[in-house]
């Protein structure tokens, strides 16, 4: 078994495991709700943008993958072989997409936030000079905008809803707020992705994610928490919430277990 | 003519005689017949997924898209266009999957769109866009009766192509592929 490291990946590679790995976890969130979720059409929807987001992910890991098994040392390896065969501490999404679904509320509440962000990323991407970030953006970034457009409508609607549904969403917010910050905040990694004319700027990035939010939220009928508010961070970074453990325990259980099969 | 030469011919008389090299039209009519696995009312070619029929280096290459990221039927789709050409005598085939240009269904033929609102299907409304991703619900017609009273039901249908909706007049559910 290959493990990837931590801290001797080009640049490029701990990119594409952000890009990748926020996807699988947010879908693998989405897979949760198959069979639980409060209407028939509701568990479509969730299921489809998990589904989405599972194919992105293939998209961006499978990327990595290449550039991984090109360098060498870990011998040959797939986007199954980073979805199923690393541990937590080699996951690079951001803390907000692995927070456990709670409510319908929170679910989507987390979809929101991170929609919004995913939508400004994309968007920017399409201009990405490497060819193929550019092309896996632009396919994505069509999925993602109507992902953006679900969200917003149910956070809205949750939002401007009854007492209860205006209660639970402002909580989903409030709950979720303290994970947002890495959303904006640019690192190493993201410095030279914005350097090789990868990433967009990151004050422009989060100068746009903070408008969508806060016009969402106000024609929500939400209160706005404050963007300079304290947040956790390291999830770009591999230091994650106790949630993901338990989340890659259930996603990888079946290919760990049955490590020489090949068709499923 | 020798009984020899007589037995291997038969042995491949069930094999009809493949196209000639930079026959478009015989390649097309083959994929012509290959349905998409989820909507099977409508080829790989009215869907608009077949993006380039080319020969390289004598080797039949068909270059096919998906729709969505993550569609489920992607490599059924292009088993299914691999194992049609092989039947109609193309030998080993070349199946390339492209992402850029992305999908738009756009690309969906007039044919196509027939055949999807002859199916229960209502076709994208108006033209792909990020405005029409963002903008107000269109109006879709019902696929049953024509009828322009629909309401949507949830953003989301049988497959992640689809949307769901309801018609107010003959009070029918359908699907309704949405503009990508």
């Not at chain 1, 594409?16 to 028939?40: F, K, M, S, T, V």
């Not at chain 1, 992705?193 to 969508?212: Q, S, V, Y």
């Not at chain 1, 806060?214 to 508010?229: E, G, I, K, Y």
């Not at chain 2, 999908?103 to 055949?115: A, F, H, N, P, S």
């Amino acid at each position: 078994m290959h493990n990837v490291s931590q801290t001797s990946q080009a640049p490029l590679v701990e990119y594409l495991l952000r890009l990748g790995d926020n996807a699988l976890i947010l879908g693998q969130r989405h897979a949760e709700w198959c069979g639980h979720a409060p209407a028939l059409e509701e568990e479509l929807g969730l299921l489809n943008v998990g589904l989405d987001l599972f194919g992105q992910a293939r998209h961006w890991l499978g990327y990595a993958a290449e550039l991984i098994s090109a360098e060498g040392g870990q011998g040959e390896i797939d986007a199954d072989h980073l979805a199923f065969r690393r541990d937590a501490q080699d996951f690079r999404n951001l803390l907000l997409v692995e927070q456990p679904n709670d409510d319908f509320a929170v679910t989507l509440g987390r979809q929101f936030l991170f929609d919004a962000w995913h939508y400004h990323l994309l968007s920017a991407l399409v201009e990405a000079k490497d060819s193929r970030i550019a092309e896996i953006a632009a396919k994505s970034l069509k999925e993602v905008t109507y992902h953006l457009r679900r969200s917003s409508e149910w956070v809205t609607r949750l939002g401007d809803g009854t007492e209860e549904s205006h209660a639970r969403m402002q909580r989903a917010i409030d709950l979720l707020w303290r994970f947002t910050g890495e959303l904006t905040e640019a690192d190493a990694v993201d410095a030279a992705m914005r350097e090789a004319g990868i990433a967009p700027d990151a004050e422009a990035l989060a100068a746009d994610w903070r408008d969508t939010v806060a016009q969402v939220l106000t024609h929500a009928t939400l209160t706005l928490p404050d963007f300079d508010a304290w947040t956790y961070r390291g999830g770009k970074q591999g230091h994650h919430t106790e949630h993901l453990g338990f989340l890659l325990a259930e996603m990888q259980a079946l290919p760990r277990a049955y490590s020489d099969a090949t068709v499923w | 003519m020798s009984d020899a030469i007589q037995l291997i011919d038969s042995d491949r008389g069930g094999l009809p005689q493949a196209g000639a090299e930079g026959d478009m039209a015989a390649v097309m009519a083959v994929l012509q017949e290959v349905l998409d696995p989820e909507v099977p009312a409508v080829s790989v070619v009215e869907l608009g997924i077949v993006r380039e029929v080319r020969w390289v280096e004598g080797r039949l290459s068909v270059a096919v898209t998906p729709t969505y990221s993550g569609c489920p039927a992607t490599e059924v789709i292009e088993a299914a266009i691999h194992r049609a050409l092989v039947t109609a005598g193309y030998a080993d085939p070349h199946i390339e999957r492209r992402l850029s240009p992305a999908w738009t269904t756009d690309w969906i033929t007039e044919e196509g769109r027939d055949k999807l609102r002859a199916y229960g299907i209502a076709p994208p409304v108006g033209s792909a866009s990020k405005r029409s991703l963002l903008g107000p619900e269109p109006q879709v017609p019902c696929p049953q009766c024509g009828s322009l009273e629909t309401e949507r039901v949830s953003e989301f249908g049988s497959t992640a192509c689809k949307a769901l909706y309801r018609c107010l007049s003959c009070l029918e559910p359908f699907d309704y592929f949405k503009c990508l």
